[in-house]
Nanobody, 125 residues
């Protein structure tokens, strides 16, 4: 199983980035998927999650309205659109997946079985 993030990099405050996560070796259509982030010296933080059907999504309260999670089951891909970025959004962003076709999208890191290696997002002027 492989999850590979891309799309990170430097961006100015107020800017946008779209992270992508390519997956392989798993039945992507049965996975609940999520994005997490970790800033230096801090614990891994939930960002967003989406069920296998895309019918239910969940976001960290502080990020609602700025970030959008999506997926393309035909391409085995997941995405995180990030708008109006702030310096406090600076972190390594990780995609994650777990086979789950019931219940709401998981928000706890320990629930997830598979993880990417992370991509750095730096918001700075």
């Amino acid at each position: 199983v492989q999850l590979v993030e891309s799309g990170g990099g430097p961006v100015q405050p107020g800017g946008s980035l779209r992270l992508s996560c390519a997956t392989s070796g798993l039945t992507f259509s049965k996975q609940t998927v999520g994005w997490f982030r970790q800033a230096p010296g801090k614990e891994r933080q939930f960002v967003a999650a989406l069920t296998w059907s895309s019918l239910q999504s969940q976001y960290a309260d502080s990020l609602k309205g700025r970030f959008t999670i999506s997926r393309d089951n035909a391409k085995n891909m997941m995405y995180l659109q990030m708008n109006s970025l702030k310096p406090e959004d600076t972190a390594v962003y990780y995609c994650a997946a777990v086979e789950m076709t019931w219940g709401p999208p998981a928000t706890i890191p320990g629930t997830y079985s598979y993880w990417g290696q992370g991509t750095q997002v730096t918001v700075s002027s």
